[in-house]
Every structure is written in C-alpha cells, then in structure tokens.
C-alpha cells in the first residue's frame, strides 16, 4: 500500500466512506493506512488529537509506544487489540484504546477507537471511597457504644454517676448514626430522581426566611449576627423541601463553622434576580477555607477540619447534598474563600 494508490478515485470513494461512518461514532476515531498515515478522522478524534490531519503521521498525533505497536501489528495481519493509554496533561485521563483492521479488496488499514475510562474510573473510585468511608463513620459510635455497654453492664453497673455520664454519650452517639443513616438515605432518594427537574413553582425569599427563623436560636447561641436580604418574592421552579435543605444546610454551615474571624460574628443571607437568574447567597465573615480544599468541598466525607466537623454533629454529607439538588434543579453552586475574610456559597436558579 502506498500514497500514490490513495488517489485512485475508487479508494477516494472508499475514504469518503469511512470517514462518514466514522463520524457517526461518539468515540474519537482514527483510520491509518500501511504507511501508518491518517487518511480518516472524526470530530472526536480532532479534539484529543488537535494536530491530527489526514493524510499526516500517526507518530506526530499519538507519542504512545503500546498504541504504535499494536497498530504496527494489526497492519501486519495481526488481530484485534486494546490497549490502555493514559493522558496526564492537560488533566489526567485514562482511555481504553482499541485497534483493528480494516479491509476491503485488498485494502488494508488499521482502526483506532479510544474509549474514554476518566470518568468510569473517577465514579468507581467514588463508590469505593464512599463505602469505606461510611464504613469508617458508623464503626467509631458502634464501637463507642458497645464499649459503654460493656462497661455499665460490668464495672459500672452499680455507679449511678458513670452511668448517667455514659448514658449522655451513648445518645450523642446513636444520634450521630441517625443523622449519618439520615443523610445517607436523603443523597440516595436525591440521586435517584435528579434526572427529574422540578416544576411546582416555589418562593425561594418565603424559604429562606422560614430557615433564618428556625436557625435563628442556634446563631443566637453562637452568638452570630444573621442578615437577612431579600425581595419580597423570588419564584422559581423547584421542590420547596429539597431548596429548604441546600439553605438549612447552608445557612448552619455559615453559623458553625464560619465563626472565629471578624467581629461581631455575622452571617448575611441574601436573595436576588438577574437577567432570569435567582441567585441565593451566604456570606460569613470567619477564618475562611484553605484554597487548596475549595474543589473538594463536596465530596462525600470530605471535612476540611474532621474532628471540629465531627464534634458540632457533621456528617460530611451536607454540600454534597446541596451539590445534587442544586444539579437536580439544573442550577449552579459556586464556593468563594478568602482566608481570614470569610467564604460565600452561591447557588444561581433558573426563574
């Protein structure tokens, strides 16, 4: 096989051809001839390859050895192969690549699919993550409470003031577990209709008042200051219970973990329209977040600071909670921090 054989009007058919099918497919693909040239290309492909053109060099698009071997092989008569390829830059990807022949009268080429396992891979290492980390957090208060048992039914058992101290404890800690089982049911139900936007038209302004009121008592005595901003009405399309919770969740974050900065403590919550957008916003004028933790912050588990999270009755769970309704409601939450001047979490609605 040679260049000069391509021109051949009936190979320039044939081309024409695969390049049609081949942009049909949603996998970026490949077509090299036995001189290991592109002669076909899809969209796909022209994103991950940016200097893939027909008629260049394999080896100036695709610098992988395992990927130019099996083509080398295939070419040869060799049988279908796959292969891993990993992109580190510009962000990490894996890719799961396949190469096989293709012929016609004569005319042998080789097919390079690539698979795209990025985010296969990301979602497994989630699950696994979340269930050792669930794991994690419900074994520590099983075992604190099997271990208090054992002690009031053994040395304790006829010391009123040790069992009234560990009895205290053994509730703090079966309330743990029941807002931990608690919010792992709420992120279940979520998921599974968050492909389901909601339509019942709802008053963001009337929510986030009945949840400045309900926390109102708790900022009070953390001795926090609460702002409240808003419209006489904000309307948009949404499940009031679900938006109760992002700014439940939101609003008590702000208060317990956004202490300890400037003076007076104050939380400021606020609501506002723009050009169809209804954006609910908390501010709170603490320590701020490190900017290295800001893209992880709605991870499942994930704590900026564990042992302070765990000793004010954090699951780990709340942001990720408010990140899947918020997609649920196809919205947008962003995170601003800046050390030592506080943080502000936004969520932008559609009306």
């Known amino acids: 096989m040679n260049d000069a054989k391509l021109q051949t009007p009936a190979e320039a058919d044939h081309s024409q051809i695969v390049s049609a099918l081949i942009g049909a497919l949603p ?24 200097n893939a053109t027909v ?46 022949a ?12 690539f698979r795209d396992l990025t985010e296969a891979r990301r979602v497994e290492r ?16 099983l075992a604190s409470l099997l271990g208090f048992i054992e002690t009031l039914q053994g040395p304790a ?29 709420s992120l279940s139900r979520i998921e599974q209709n968050e492909h389901v936007r909601p339509q019942t038209p709802v008053d963001l302004v009337a929510i986030v008042r009945h949840v400045v009121d309900t926390l109102a008592p708790v900022a009070n005595e953390g001795g926090v200051e609460l702002m409240v ?11 009031r219970d679900e938006l109760i919770r992002v700014a439940e969740n939101l609003v008590e974050n702000a208060i317990k973990y956004g202490a300890g900065g400037g003076s007076p403590q104050r939380v400021t919550v606020s609501v506002t329209e723009s050009g169809g957008l209804t954006t609910l916003e908390v501010r709170d004028n603490g320590p701020g977040i490190p900017p290295e933790h800001l893209p992880r912050l709605t991870e499942r588990f994930y704590r900026v600071d ?21 997609s649920r409601h196809r919205g947008r939450l962003s995170v601003e921090s800046t050390l030592g001047s506080g943080s502000t979490f ?4 559609k009306k």
């Open 27 to 50: 996998d970026p693909v490949l077509v090299v001839d036995g001189n290991r040239r592109i002669i076909a290309t899809n969209s796909g492909a022209r994103i991950l390859f940016t």
């Open 55 to 100: 008629g260049g060099a394999l080896t100036l698009s695709v610098r992988a050895p395992d990927i130019l071997d099996a083509v080398l092989r295939i070419l040869d008569g060799g049988e279908r192969e796959c292969v891993l390829w990993s992109e580190p830059v510009p962000v990490e990807r894996l890719f799961e690549v396949y190469v096989s």
């Open 102 to 113: 293709f012929t016609y009268e004569g005319y042998r080429a080789a097919v390079i699919e």
């Open 126 to 141: 989630m699950r696994v993550d979340f269930i050792a980390n669930a794991s994690h957090e419900l074994r520590t208060p």
């Open 157 to 185: 058992k006829d010391d009123t003031a040790a069992r009234e101290q560990f009895l205290g404890i053994m509730r703090d800690q079966a309330r743990r577990m029941t807002r931990l089982v608690d919010d792992l049911l």
């Open 229 to 239: 901003s808003t419209p006489k009405t904000a309307m948009i399309a949404g499940d």
């Open 306 to 326: 564990a042992p302070t999270s765990r000793a004010k009755g954090g699951t780990g769970l709340g942001l990720a909670i408010v990140k899947h309704i918020v």
């Open 346 to 349: 936004r969520v932008t609605l």
